[in-house]
């Protein structure tokens, strides 16, 4: 019988990552969900509630100690570490966040959740990813690349900073037999879009927002065998909004 294979996702309570937990359980896999949310007893999927970790990412001590908490789950194999979890505030009113009104608390907060969990799980889980030859997707955003009109300049900057994390992480974790590569989604359908995507979209060459389930088939992708031979890459899914 073949081995099961384990996948630790954050950010898992909603839109990109409720539809990546989905993709991995069709295949199979045993799926462990890390979110700032305890497990919801709708959620339908077996085993659920055993396999989630409520965690702050905001918080670097509670992160560093969560590790501990995935360790003592995985049984020494970890095959795919996939970052998704992010957070974008905004203005009361809704606007823009921007270089000359996001207090100096609010930058921490985003890059500890955006930039700093991601390595800092990457590294606490070396052993294990190691051990199963895994791979690592980091999330990041088509807003990593341009000024956009909703993101604002924290969330921004901390994707950008995580495109060029990746790279770093896949020269330093490929010697051990890991890969880790990076998604950039544009306009998602999902609970984090701001009023007044709809002008974006009728300029996308597709026409349309992108589906929950098409990022997860490209994170699919990139933790499966079928991209053995693929690290350092950074994926745009954006309906060739980036061209």
């Not at 409720?18 to 919801?40: I, M, N, Y």
């Not at 007893?41 to 995935?70: F, M, Q, S, Y």
């Not at 970052?83 to 009361?92: D, L, V, Y």
Request: net charge neutral; with cysteine.
């Amino acid at each position: 019988m073949s081995e099961q294979k384990t996948i630790v996702l954050t950010g898992a309570s909603r839109g990109i990552g409720h539809a990546t937990v989905k993709r991995f359980g069709a295949e199979g896999w045993r799926v462990l969900t890390c979110s700032r949310q305890p497990f919801d007893p709708r959620c339908p999927w077996p085993g659920g509630e055993e396999n989630h970790i409520e965690i702050d990412l905001a918080d670097p001590t509670k992160t560093i100690a969560a590790i501990a908490v995935i360790k003592s789950k995985i049984n020494g194999r970890l095959h795919a570490l996939v970052n998704n979890a992010g957070i974008s505030p905004k203005m009361p009113d809704g606007g823009r966040l921007t270089t000359l009104n996001t207090d100096l608390r609010t930058w921490g907060q985003v890059f500890h959740v955006n930039f700093f969990a991601p390595v800092v799980l990457a590294r606490g889980l070396q052993d294990e990813l190691v051990a199963a030859q895994g791979a690592v997707v980091n999330v990041t955003s088509i807003a990593g690349s341009r000024v956009h009109p909703f993101a604002g300049a924290a969330y921004s900057t901390s994707k950008a900073a995580l495109a060029a994390l990746t790279r770093e992480m896949a020269h330093d974790f490929g010697p051990l037999g890991v890969r880790v590569n990076a998604i950039a989604p544009g306009e998602v359908e999902t609970a984090i879009l701001s009023p007044g995507t709809d002008r974006i979209v009728e300029s996308l060459p597709l026409r349309r927002l992108g589906q929950p389930r098409e990022v997860a088939d490209a994170i699919w992708f990139l933790c499966s065998e079928q991209s053995h031979y693929i690290s350092g890459a950074e994926l745009q899914i954006n309906g060739g909004q980036h061209v």
